[in-house]
């Protein structure tokens, strides 16, 4: 009689065990505080202008979002202002970042804050994913960058890097591995430093572990990368 076949459940990733979190935070801050981007958004915790550079980095590239950051708080300096600027305006204004549905999502969420939070940002998790137009990324990333809260973050660029360091095999984009990566960005995060950590995470993303030929040769989490050495036919 043949052997009754069990359905076997793929293994889940374990999470990185902590003398493996601190060595990645250590060597992450470390390449940061030496070759990180100097940003106007970095040098600020204020809650609108961190969502205003979030928004607009939706999309858009670093280089073009600059002139048009300056210029939008220039014009929009507070929640107040731009809940208060015509509609047909905002969107002139918001001219040539591209997809339009973004100035107006930032509008609804200054009118929502003016009309209910006395034209402040809440800090609270839920209360933020309760506005339109701000998702799981964007609240850690407005807790974390404005309110110092130990809260992760996850877009394309860090969920990259952690699949690349952390997993290395399967498929990167099924549900239950975004699920693992946010709970592995969740884990990572530290306690202090979570401004530069987070940062620095997005800043690795762009600049070492890029999409396509990242740069292993001069990477500072090659030796403890399960993606090392990255084969460019691999997910
Ligand atoms: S060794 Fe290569 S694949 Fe691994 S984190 Fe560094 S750049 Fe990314």
Redesign the pocket.
Known sequence: MPAKRTATKPKATPLPKPPDRRRFRTRLLTWYRRHGRDLPWRTTDDPYHILVSEIMLQQTQVDRVLPKYAEWLEKYPSFGALAAAPEHEVTRTWYPLGYNIRPKRLQSIAREAVAHYGGELPSDEATLLSFKGIGAYTAGAIRSFAFGERAAILDTNVAR?LF??FVGKGDPKSHAMKRHLWTLSATLVPVRHVFDFNQALMD?GAM???ARN???PV????KN??????DPAAK
Do not use: L, N
């Open positions: 890097v690349r360091v690795f070492i572990c890029v990242p740069k292993c990477c500072p989490m090659a990368c399960r993606a090392f050495p990255f």
